[in-house]
């Protein structure tokens, strides 16, 4: 098995990836760079030529993971398209966009009649179901990145690729979190996205409460909050926080304004219910009313509604498009309000290098940024309201993509959709225990083990260590709390000692997300009387408290 990227791979934009198989070549996606113009835009797509694809498959319907399949289908008309079932209802609006912002860009990359011929092509496919038609096979399973977001597990002349997509580890109020399997299930490659590799991100809940006090505060000062936001996805979940908050006071109620591709896609929610979580659907059931387009959402009709809302003397959140501010309607409205030292501008998705949104992040207040007008051009804005970042992410940090990776226990590691910090970054954790790629676009990888890492790079006490490791993994344990001492204790069983952990702080984590800080220390068992670390020696006698197995 081989990976070639197309494109994606040291960069969030352009995402495509083509797996060179023994039975034949499997396409992953086909994007476009989010703020580039024509040919520009697209990935390297010429190496199909060289290697044409049998199959494709789409993880998700964002524009840098779809928006170039119709140029793949002008050059390979008959090949089929696998996505999940959302997948498939919002690729068409996702596309039908691309035609029309590239169009009045005058640089459009395929027609209406190309479009419609990629639309033919799409086949849906069910959660883990295994499609063996052309020889390899794969399985799609969801990755909690978005609704209908899918990772790809890959089989080929019996070897696997675990190709994870984009991947969130965290539930939302608008899709659950990635699927994992229930046990360790070993793979030749993980190929992983690395967007937020360099990043621990801070609590979802306690970014939510902040986000919603920053909202209040600039409501009740007079002021108008635009959120530039991913039309798929991020818009449908900041609505349903805000409609929540203001439900429960939190935030003052005001209009909510979905602007450009946001308005249809929130509908095409509204109509996937049953793919949803569960009490969304529930929702709806209870109240009669519809979950995403209920007061106080209201959609923007037209750019003749759009002027009405900017011009409008009282407050208001605005949800618009395009998320980094690139083009769509996010910018007419951030061209009017940002001057306003009484609004506010918050972020709360991924900024590339180039983009406005990166740029007003840099400025945080004051200064200028230039914004694109409907015409194409650049304007410079003077930036004077409250600009502020919100981590709601629907990308794995870090921890959540190690500890994804190590579910599936791959040979050999690829890491691609990021820029050269957080790959980087993610590689120096990894490279210890897996082989680690950093590919090129244009670049032809191996996916199997070199053997390098298991063999001579790794000593035979740390092999036995480890293997010490896999025997105990699934060990029970007692964990006892100290109260004179505060210390909460892990009872190791026989034949398990701290060897096993090595020194450092060790995270327990608990049911309901919560997180309980602990430090492993090693006792020796027969030293009665002889006080644990921390413990004063007049207590060290004193019997235990029973503890609770774990």
């Not at 995402?15 to 697209?42: C, F, H, M, T």
């Amino acid at each position: 098995m081989q990976f070639l990227g197309l494109g994606g791979t040291d960069e969030v934009g352009a995402s495509s990836y083509l797996y060179l198989l023994k039975e034949g070549n499997l396409l992953i996606d086909a994007g476009l760079r989010p703020g580039q113009v024509g040919e520009a835009a697209l990935p390297q797509l010429d190496l199909l030529q060289e290697h044409p694809p049998t199959a494709a498959i789409l993880t998700h319907a964002h524009l840098d993971h779809v928006a170039a399949l119709p140029v793949v289908i002008r050059r390979f008309p008959d090949l089929p398209i696998y996505c999940s079932a959302a997948t498939a209802r919002l690729v068409p609006l996702v596309l039908a966009d691309t035609l029309k912002v590239s169009t009045e860009q005058g640089a459009h990359l395929f027609s209406a009649g190309e479009m419609g011929r990629t639309l033919e092509r799409l086949r849906p496919l069910g959660w883990h179901r295994r499609c063996a038609d052309h020889g390899f096979a794969f399985t799609l399973s969801p990755s909690g990145h978005l609704i209908g977001a899918a990772s790809v597990l890959i089989e080929s002349a019996g070897q696997s690729v675990f190709h994870t997509g984009d991947v969130s580890n965290v539930d939302t109020p608008v899709v659950n979190a990635a699927w994992l399997p229930p046990e360790v299930m070993p793979v030749d490659a993980v190929v992983s996205e690395s967007t937020y590799g360099d990043t621990l991100l801070p609590s979802r809940k306690e970014q939510v409460r902040a986000f919603s006090a920053a909202i209040d505060a600039t409501l009740r000062g007079g002021g108008k909050v635009l959120i530039p936001s991913f039309a798929l996805g991020r818009a449908q979940e900041i609505t349903q926080l805000l409609v929540t908050a203001m439900a429960s006071g939190l935030v003052q109620k005001v209009p909510i304004y979905l602007d450009g591709l946001t308005r249809p896609i929130t509908e095409a929610y509204e109509e996937m219910l049953p793919l949803l979580p569960r009490a969304l659907e529930n929702r709806r059931k209870t109240s009669g009313q519809p979950v995403f387009l209920s007061d106080p959402v209201r959609p923007v009709a037209d750019h003749r509604d759009r002027a009405r809302v900017i011009g409008e003397d009282r407050p208001a959140v605005v949800i618009a498009s395009s998320g980094m501010l690139h083009a769509g309607a996010s910018p007419q409205y951030a061209r009017a309000w940002l001057p306003d030292p009484d609004n506010a501008l918050f972020v709360v998705g991924y900024q590339d290098a180039e983009s406005p949104g990166r740029r007003l992040l840099e400025l945080q207040q004051g200064g200028d940024v230039l914004l694109p007008t409907r015409q194409g051009e650049r304007e410079a804005v003077p930036a004077h309201a409250r600009i502020e970042r919100f981590y709601l992410s629907a990308h794995a940090d870090r921890g959540g993509l190690i500890s994804m990776i190590a579910r599936y226990k791959p040979g050999k590691v690829l890491l691609t959709h990021g820029e050269t910090a957080p790959r980087s970054n993610l590689a120096g954790y990894l490279g210890s225990k897996y082989e680690v790629g950093l590919p090129r676009a244009g670049e032809v990888v191996a996916l199997q083990d070199s053997g390098k890492r298991r063999g001579s790079f790794i000593s035979a006490p740390k092999r036995r260590l480890e293997a010490t490791r896999e025997r105990h993994a699934r060990k029970p344990v007692l964990v006892r709390y100290e109260p004179t001492a505060h210390e909460l204790r892990v009872i190791l069983p026989d034949g398990l000692d701290a060897e096993l952990f090595g020194e450092g702080d060790y995270t327990l984590e608990v049911l309901r997300g919560k997180l309980s800080r602990i430090k492993l220390t090693q006792r020796d068992p027969d030293a009665v009387g002889t006080p644990a670390a921390g413990q004063p020696e007049e207590d060290a006698a004193r019997p235990e408290p029973e503890g609770s197995p774990v």
